[in-house]
């Protein structure tokens, strides 16, 4: 039996590099869908048109917001030999471009599973300390139903900002694994990288961020099993921030990074 996540991010071959997809109601946060969940839809299609399955470094910018029902991704592929293929794609809805891809692909198990890091480990508390998602306040869950589509547990350390008190580090951390206990592959750690609320809501800024562009940089396979993540932003300005994430599992590794350029959300 298939996963819901498989099921959600599963494409259908057009022919031609192109490929259909239904964007799952599941995955709405604020005006649109989540861009995490349409950069792995889109990086399921890019790995049906090479050998190397892996997602190596994806770069996305959104043109526009996606919402729920058919797309179409079209793919195409700029060069493929050796360890690495490089390849475009757009993902259209409604005769529209919406996000614009280029990514590197191979085998990460072949290239290497060699993962050294110098970046001090997250240092989570054990899950059972951690805060669910299930208790998130109302008006969160109303502007993010995709939290239904995963777990995460948060570190009580920052969670300020459910209560009122945001802590103004601009900075979260959070347990996390996906429905029916999924375990984690390199598609998914594409969604992952942009999983946990906008880091804003550290500062106290909350609503939408609508993302602008996000790159992610997958190193290594994760091992089965919970994922530790951290969303950290160090500037705002001009109405945009950044945000920085890393994703380490559960044999302790640094297995993903990504950083993103989102708008500042608008207050009410």
């Not at 602008?212 to 705002?236: D, F, K, S």
């Amino acid at each position: 039996m298939t996963t819901e996540w498989d099921r959600q991010t599963a494409v259908t071959d057009l022919g031609g590099g192109a490929f259909g997809a239904e964007l799952a109601d599941g995955w709405r946060v604020g005006g649109g869908i989540n861009g995490g969940y349409l950069l792995a839809t889109i990086g399921r299609a890019l790995g049906e048109v090479t050998k190397k399955q892996d997602p190596l470094s994806v770069s996305a910018y959104y043109v526009g917001a996606s919402h729920p029902g058919a797309a179409q991704i079209r793919t195409r592929v700029v060069r493929d030999g050796g360890s690495v293929a490089t390849m475009g794609a757009e993902l259209w809805q409604d005769d529209e471009q919406r996000i614009t891809v280029l990514a590197s692909y191979g085998d990460l198990g072949r290239l290497s599973d060699d993962v050294r890091t110098t970046a001090p480990p997250m240092g989570l508390p054990p899950r059972e300390e951690c805060i669910s998602n299930e208790h998130a306040p109302a008006h969160i869950r109303a502007i993010a139903p995709l939290m239904d589509r995963f777990e995460m547990l948060f570190d009580p350390a920052c969670i300020g900002w459910a209560m009122g008190e945001p802590s103004g580090q601009g900075e979260l951390r959070a347990w996390f694994r996906l429905a029916d206990e999924r375990d984690p592959d390199p598609i998914s750690l594409l969604m992952v990288c942009d999983a946990l609320p906008p880091v804003t809501f550290d500062l106290g800024l909350f609503g939408w961020a609508p993302t602008i562009e996000l790159t992610v940089h997958v190193r290594a396979r994760p091992a089965p099993g919970w994922l530790q993540v951290r969303h950290a932003t160090r500037n705002l300005a001009g109405g945009m921030f950044e945000e920085d994430c890393e994703v380490w599992d559960e044999a302790g590794r640094l297995v993903a990074q990504s950083r993103q350029l989102a708008r500042t959300p608008r207050p009410a």
